[in-house]
């Protein structure tokens, strides 16, 4: 067995302990494997070991993992990293999910350019829920009106919410984050149909976002390794 074929199932056993420990169903929780900065060869061998659902967070490295592994069956291709609007057509026009929606005119470009042959384009808010400064991600208080915006859009189709809540050592204070994710979850849900996924929980802090409610954890070190170098630029 290779090292990411072994990283996988220690990691989708993480997931069942976590999901069993607090009463959910392991098979409500989708494995997001972040393949950032690896190369196609280890989406190929994750793909190997069953994984089908990837994320990126560069546009145009992105685009070109696309590009190579056209052969694979059943891959879905999440955008999680910061969208530049001029960057918006590349995610419109290759990827299946974008979770990092947080604006108006964003929201309004995916839909322009989402090619029509294309299914709508699956679209989380992104929530700043630590209330950071410098991440994105609008605050819980402004989800309702971006929804409805997003919601009159029909190239796009409004999933859910995503964060990734600031660091902490603590167990109990990130579990209390993704506690007041889950609420906003919650109310979403109250307002729109189709609401089922709420992408939170990285590799440290996946235990934590699943006894929340996380229905979606995106994770890289712990299944592909340490990020051996920071990508050339940002995008
Ligand atoms: C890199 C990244 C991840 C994965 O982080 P790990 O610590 O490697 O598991 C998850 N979500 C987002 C938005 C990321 O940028």
């Known amino acids: 067995m290779t090292s990411i074929q072994h990283n996988l199932q220690q990691v989708r056993e993480r997931i069942t302990a976590a999901a069993e420990g607090c009463g959910r169903d392991p098979q409500q929780i989708t494995l997001l494997a972040v393949s950032k900065t690896k190369p196609v060869s280890a989406i190929r061998e994750a793909w190997l070991a069953g994984q089908r659902c990837f994320g990126e967070n560069y546009v145009q490295e992105g685009v070109d993992k696309i590009a190579l592994t056209t052969d ?3 891959l879905e291709w999440h955008f999680i990293g910061p969208l530049q609007s001029n960057k918006s057509r590349l995610v419109a026009g290759h990827f299946d999910w974008c979770h990092t929606l947080d604006r108006q005119k964003l929201a309004q470009r995916l839909n322009d350019q989402r090619p029509p042959q294309s299914d709508p384009l699956n679209v989380l808010i ?3 829920i630590s209330d950071e400064a410098s991440k994105s991600g609008i605050s819980v208080a402004e989800i309702p009106q971006l929804a409805r915006q997003i919601v009159a859009l029909p190239r796009l189709k409004l ?3 995503m964060a990734i809540p600031a660091p902490s050592d603590d167990y109990q204070s990130r579990l209390a984050v993704c506690l ?6 919650a109310a979403l849900q109250s307002e729109h149909a189709g609401i089922d996924t709420l992408s939170l929980g990285m590799s440290d802090d996946m235990d934590a976002a699943i006894e929340a409610g996380s ?20 995008q």
């Open 72 to 74: 694979l069956d059943g």
């Open 159 to 161: 999933r859910g919410l």
């Open 126 to 128: 992104q929530v700043n």
């Open 215 to 234: 229905t979606m954890v995106r994770i890289g070190s712990a299944i592909f390794g340490a990020r051996q170098y920071p990508p050339s630029s940002p």
């Open 180 to 185: 007041r994710m889950a609420e906003a979850f």
